[in-house]
C-alpha cells in the first residue's frame, strides 16, 4: 500500500502517489527542460542534482523560470 504525500509547489498543494525526484516534479509540472531555478525548503537545489534529491512529504518547491530577451 502506497502512502500519499503532499508537497507545496508554488504555493499550490500537490497531492503525490509516489515519491519523485526534484525532476519528476519539473517534467509533472510541465517544466522539464526548461531553465528554472529549484529551491527546496529554503535552499537552493542545483540542476545536476535535480534527479538526485528526493521529494518528501510536507516539503515546499518554489520554481522560478528564466524568461530572456532585452
Do not use: S, W, Y
Request: overall charge positive.
Amino acid at each position: 500500500m502506497t502512502k500519499m504525500m503532499t508537497v507545496t509547489f508554488n504555493g499550490e498543494t500537490q497531492t503525490l502517489k509516489c515519491r519523485l525526484t526534484v525532476r519528476d516534479m519539473l517534467e509533472r509540472m510541465g517544466l522539464a527542460g526548461k531553465r528554472v531555478a529549484v529551491e527546496r525548503n529554503g535552499r537552493v537545489v542545483p540542476r545536476a542534482e535535480h534527479g538526485d534529491i528526493l521529494l518528501f512529504d510536507g516539503d515546499r518547491l518554489e520554481v522560478i523560470a528564466a524568461v530572456g530577451g532585452g
